[in-house]
């Protein structure tokens, strides 16, 4: 996506275990597939002049150095962080690290379930958080980029 110009781009980050939607409790997370997630993003992103780069990772890592490739190459990041949510403060360093804004979302409510799933550390640093919408949830960060 080189050639996309950093303000049309959006990086779509998505942590562990996302790769296994639809067969992965699909009472909480519904039955679209990882490849129907990255498509409707995708689909969605194209049809708002934007080129969304749809990413998954098992690795905090790789989600941290994604992170910092943000910064400068796109004009909004959309991140599930899966379970990372709720303990990684290394996501969130790297959130503060960098000036894109980054839009937190969730397919499932997070509120609405296990006390543990309620602390996210990302929320404090994130531009917004997006929760409980499912995949729509990535299309109305979308939107909310593009209304910046
Ligand atoms: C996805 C996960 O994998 C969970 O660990 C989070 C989030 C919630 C989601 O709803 O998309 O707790």
Sequence with gaps: MAETSSNRR??????????LLGQREPDVYGEAS?????KAVAE?????GFAADVRQSNHEGELVDWLHEAEGAAVGVILNAGA???TS????????AVSVPVIEVH???IFAREEFRR??????????VISGFGIQGYKMAIDAIALE
């Design 119 to 128: 602390r996210s550390y990302l929320s404090e640093v994130a531009k917004g």
């Design 10 to 19: 959006i990086v779509v980050l998505n942590g562990p275990n996302l790769n």
């Design 84 to 86: 990372l949510t709720h």
């Design 89 to 96: 403060i290394a996501l969130a360093d790297a959130v503060r």
């Design 34 to 38: 990882y490849a129907d997630l990255e």
């Design 107 to 109: 397919l499932s409510n």
């Design 44 to 48: 969605y992103a194209a049809a708002k």
